[in-house]
């Protein structure tokens, strides 16, 4: 017998906007870490519409590194949100600092194309 596809889902991880942090384990060396997160979906402001992109963050960390984890479900928690594309890339980057303090931060949201239009937010920290 097949499973039944349509089945209630049972998700025990959330949306969640707390960005936890875990000790950087060289911070006397210079690297940087990079995550692309293909996935990244918010709302139109103005149509309620969902919005697709990539988001790509890079930085160079100090005393604290982003714990994936964390950093997904923070990610997801946009889903419902209406927010101008902009505002959603600067916002995430401000969070992302406040929560580890890098170095340097970029992050990149590379939105899939609507009404004709490819929209790439590149913000940057310092």
């Known amino acids: ?34 995550f692309e997160c293909g996935e990244f979906t918010c709302l139109c402001p103005r149509t309620g519409q969902p919005d697709f992109a990539t988001m790509t963050i890079t930085y160079v960390p100090d005393r604290q590194c982003v714990e994936l984890k964390s950093l997904k479900l923070y990610l997801w928690s946009y889903r419902d949100v209406g927010a101008f594309h902009e505002d959603v890339v600067n916002h995430i980057l401000d969070d992302l600092v406040k929560a580890c303090s890098p170095r340097r931060m970029t992050v990149e949201g590379d939105f899939f194309i609507r009404g004709g239009i490819h929209t790439v937010v590149t913000a940057k920290h310092p």
Do not use: H, W
Not at 6 to 16: F, H, I, R, Y
Not at 19 to 32: H, I, S
């Open 1 to 34: 017998m097949y499973a039944n596809p349509l089945q209630e889902c049972s998700v025990s991880a959330k949306p969640s906007r707390d960005l936890e942090t875990f000790p950087n384990p060289k911070p006397g060396r210079e690297y940087e870490i990079s």
